[in-house]
């Protein structure tokens, strides 16, 4: 990080998740709303841990790029072996993309042995990769008075609602609303990411009255004075409370058009628990089931109250 590419590179891959999941779970939920349980992530029809490929891909180029490729001498500490402080950010961003890393490599190891809770397990880590995204963005090395810690500030929302969510997912694996927001935040995330690299780093974006400025071999993004600071500031709030409502508008308008487009296809006879197999003969024999109860509740409005001899009721 600590560049455009940096920042909308990692940014569009949270936005990738975010969105995959997020369609996943719509369909899921609208195709079996009454068995209907949150997985940690989903499976691809041809390659069945893409997801979590994608993610180790991403982590270690990330590493690679904070640690090897980024800095001048393509290794991030000092000559006596320590870490030089305008490398800290490179390291915290690298430890980052590390907790990821495992996330996604137990989750796999996880999915392959099978223990009971490995739902749970893999859910957990996911807590924990969150949990340190936000611990260490909090305590960033980097700026936090300047724009890009306004930028950070507000991320750390964002991060809080995907920590708590997948906290709540442990607990609460049937609950589609706690799935939906879990994945908006990824996504907004992502989004965020994004717009932080082009408005911290593209110098016609720049707000008014603020520069790009070369500090300790990174450029940061400096104010004139207080009041243009507080102007920038104030832009950025605008600016996020303007994506959230985008992002929540965008997550509803996404669950009404899944609806439409694969709410008849809402298989009823299926209220089992998922993975559960169903023979052609039980198919068939819930169905001659129902329909005898339909008969019989048909039958029965014809009866009056009053008779003494009930005739041939469920013919």
Same mark, same amino acid.
């Given at each position: ?7 909308? %590179? ?27 349980? *949150? ?64 996330? %996604? ?77 879990? *994945? ?108 005898? %109860? ?22």
């Amino acid at each position: 990080m600590g560049t455009l590419v940096g920042h909308v %590179a990692p940014g569009f891959g949270f936005f990738l998740i975010g969105l995959w999941h997020l369609i996943n779970h719509i369909k899921l939920h609208v195709t079996r709303p009454h068995s209907y349980t *949150s997985p940690p992530w989903f499976p691809n029809s041809k390659h069945k841990y893409l997801e979590l490929y994608l993610i180790i891909t991403g982590c270690c180029a990330s590493i690679a790029m904070e640690l090897f490729i980024g800095p001048d001498r393509h290794q991030p500490l000092d000559s006596d072996g320590t870490i030089p402080s305008n490398h800290l950010h490179n390291f915290e961003h690298s430890s980052i993309s590390l907790t990821f890393l495992f996330y %996604a490599s137990f989750a796999i190891l996880l999915d392959k042995i099978r223990p009971k809770p490995h739902l749970e397990l893999t859910q957990f880590l996911g807590a924990v990769a969150f949990a340190q995204q936000l611990l260490l963005f909090h305590l960033h090395s980097a700026d936090h008075m300047g724009p890009e810690g306004q930028y950070h500030l507000l991320l750390q929302l964002v991060v809080l609602v995907s920590l708590t969510t997948t906290l709540m997912s442990i607990g609460l694996p049937n609950s589609f609303l706690v799935s939906f927001v879990r *994945s908006l935040s990824i996504l907004f995330q992502g989004v965020w990411f994004i717009v932080m690299g082009f408005f911290l780093w593209t110098p016609k974006l720049i707000s008014k009255g603020c520069y790009i400025n070369l500090e300790k071999g990174h450029h940061v993004v400096r104010c004139s004075g207080e009041e243009a600071l507080h102007r920038v500031k104030s832009l950025i709030n605008l600016q996020f409370s303007w994506f959230f409502i985008g992002i929540a508008i965008f997550g509803v308008s996404m669950y009404l058009f899944m609806v439409k487009l694969y709410g008849e296809k809402v298989e009823y006879f299926s209220l089992g628990l998922e993975g559960e197999d169903y023979s052609s003969d039980d198919i068939e024999t819930q169905k001659k089931s129902d329909s005898a %109860a339909l008969n019989g509740a048909t039958s029965m409005q014809y009866i009056h109250i009053g008779n003494s001899t009930p005739k041939d009721v469920g013919r």
